[in-house]
């Protein structure tokens, strides 16, 4: 009985770090990103020839979706420049895959685009080295967000 006892502890306390952790991230993307991260959807989508950052918000929230539309058009400037700092803000850490998004910029573009809801980043490239840099990074950007798996997911 103990030993279930000291398993099933652990397990919560692993889950409740978990639940902190990925707390910790929605906040530093609503400080990133300027909407609330429970009330927005996010789809990272691989595509043949790069990929798709999508970002919307639940309801009718006008000056959320400027917010996102003016965040998609900043990330596309900083990212055509190399500059991946803000996913790693709001990951706490380098985000996979950007050391070669970073290296072989001049291969990629960063189109923003938007939607009724919100925004997305199409992102396309013809070299297959950056083609893999993007799909770690949308994977990446998958598993941290939960996308599919946390109640705000579509």
Known sequence: ???????????????????????????????????????????????????????????????????IRSHMQTIALSFQAGDFAQPGFVHGREVPGTAVMRSRRAHIRYIPQETPSGGRLRITTRDTAALEAIHEFLAFQRRDHRVGTHPSAP
């Not at 006892?5 to 707390?23: E, H």
């Not at 990929?51 to 918000?57: A, K, Q, V």
């Open 1 to 67: 009985m103990r030993h279930t006892t000291l398993v099933l502890l652990g397990a919560l306390t692993a889950c409740s770090s978990q639940d902190r952790a990925f707390d910790q991230l929605q906040q530093r993307g609503q400080l990133a990103m300027g909407v609330d991260q429970y009330t927005s959807h996010h789809r990272f989508e691989p595509l043949p020839d790069g990929g798709l950052i999508t970002l919307e918000r639940d309801s009718a929230d006008h000056a959320g979706v400027a917010r």
